[in-house]
């Protein structure tokens, strides 16, 4: 038997008015210089809540305004510009988050994660995924360490476009999947261990919240833009669960696939989420589980608001030729091969048609 690992943030913490904690929590870490990494709508949405916590709390802080990719080049000229801080806040979604995580890396700084959208679950994690200018993405590196602090305020998350919390919800949807399946084909976690009986609890706990309060939720960011006990469990699931249970568990086939949909030209502005929950719907047919279950979880997919098809996706027609590169780069993903049984780039065609098909006959049914 072998030894395993999975990775935890110091400290979380979340709900309404959690923005406040942020500079008691710099304080009590020792930070005294703040980097705060943000783009113009997460700082219109909270820049001076922050500013207002870490100054009553004594800290220095200064802005550095996010735009472009997460990058080498962005990633390396944000750091020469945030020299003398001890402490890196990343305010914003999933790229500000990533390249304040890599910007920390650089200065070996302490790393605060301060999500206004629930759109990924990238807070809780050390991994970074870097891009290219395009936005097309060109691996995966790793911080030493999870994040000292994420502090997720759901007064903020709550106000956001439904659009996002949806994504959030359909990033976490995989990981029930995405973590089995790496635990019985004995992958490796990013951690670079076998994965972990509570990397399984994780995901599993993730999916039935969702399941249970998941449409109440998206009602509820919907009609009032507040939170209330739903949202708050299921941002609980996409953050929190969702991010200990992909870094602890593994991925598998939807987070390869997005890799090519998310290059495909009309495919590749739809949000993270988004991509994952067709590409979800996809592993599961890759899987060849009952096709009851699988249309019981295309129709969950639907129900949430989330796309079950390539046309909701933005890309109403794709041709063969196009489903083939899009299957090649999902091959390029290292954890393609984290599913039984395995998929070539003829199989990975096939299946991305009968998602697709299926997506279509449960849009119909549901209408």
Same mark, same amino acid.
């Given at each position: 038997m072998?030894?395993?690992?999975?990775?935890f943030p110091a400290r979380y913490v979340q709900g309404p008015g959690a923005l406040a904690a942020l500079g008691p929590l710099m304080a009590e870490f020792g930070g005294k210089a703040a980097a705060v990494l943000a783009g113009d709508n997460a700082r219109a949405a909270s820049g001076e809540q922050t500013r207002q916590s870490l100054e009553r709390a004594g800290r220095g802080v200064r802005f550095f305004r996010f735009q472009g990719e997460c990058s080498e080049d962005?990633?390396?000229?944000?750091?020469?510009? #945030?020299?003398?801080?001890?402490?890196?806040? #990343?305010?914003?979604?999933?790229?500000?988050i990533d390249t304040g995580k890599g910007v920390a890396r650089a200065l070996n700084a302490m790393l605060f994660i301060v999500p206004t959208i629930a759109s990924t679950d990238a807070p809780t994690s050390r991994a970074i995924v870097m891009h290219d200018d395009s936005g097309c993405v060109t691996g995966v590196i790793r911080m030493s360490r999870n994040p000292d602090a994420v502090v997720v305020d759901t007064d903020i998350v709550a106000?956001?476009?439904? %659009?996002?919390?949806? /994504?959030?919800?359909?990033? /976490?949807?995989?990981? %029930?999947? $995405?973590? $089995?399946?790496?635990?019985?084909?004995? /992958?490796?976690?990013f951690f670079g261990t076998p994965c972990p009986p509570v990397a399984l609890l994780f995901a599993d706990r993730c999916y039935a919240t969702i399941a249970e309060f998941g449409e109440a939720a998206c009602k509820r960011i919907q009609s009032a833009g507040k939170p209330d006990e739903t949202v708050e469990r299921v941002v609980e699931a996409t953050v929190l669960f969702s991010g200990l249970g992909f870094e602890g568990g593994g991925l598998?086939? #939807?987070?390869?696939?997005?890799?090519?949909?998310?290059?495909?030209?009309?495919?590749?502005a739809a949000l993270h989420g988004e991509v994952i929950a067709f590409g979800t719907i996809a592993q599961l047919l890759a899987e060849e589980r009952p096709s009851? $279950?699988?249309?019981?979880?295309?129709?969950?997919?639907?129900?949430?608001?989330?796309?079950?098809?390539?046309?909701?996706?933005? /890309?109403p027609s794709v041709s063969g030729a196009e489903l083939e590169e899009i299957a090649r780069l999902a091959l390029e993903a290292p954890y393609v091969v984290n599913i039984s049984p395995r998929a070539d780039q003829a199989r990975i065609v096939a299946i991305l048609r009968a998602a697709d098909a299926l997506g279509r006959s449960v849009l119909e049914s549901g209408a």
């Open positions: 072998t030894f395993k690992a999975i990775g962005g990633i390396a000229a944000y750091a020469r510009q #945030a020299q003398g801080a001890d402490t890196v806040i #990343a305010l914003g979604g999933g790229k500000v106000r956001a476009p439904l %659009k996002f919390f949806a /994504a959030g919800i359909g990033d /976490a949807l995989s990981k %029930k999947f $995405e973590v $089995e399946q790496c635990h019985r084909t004995g /992958a490796r976690n598998s086939m #939807a987070h390869a696939l997005s890799r090519g949909l998310g290059a495909h030209p009309k495919i590749g009851g $279950e699988v249309r019981a979880h295309a129709d969950l997919t639907r129900r949430l608001g989330l796309p079950v098809t390539l046309a909701q996706l933005g /890309a």
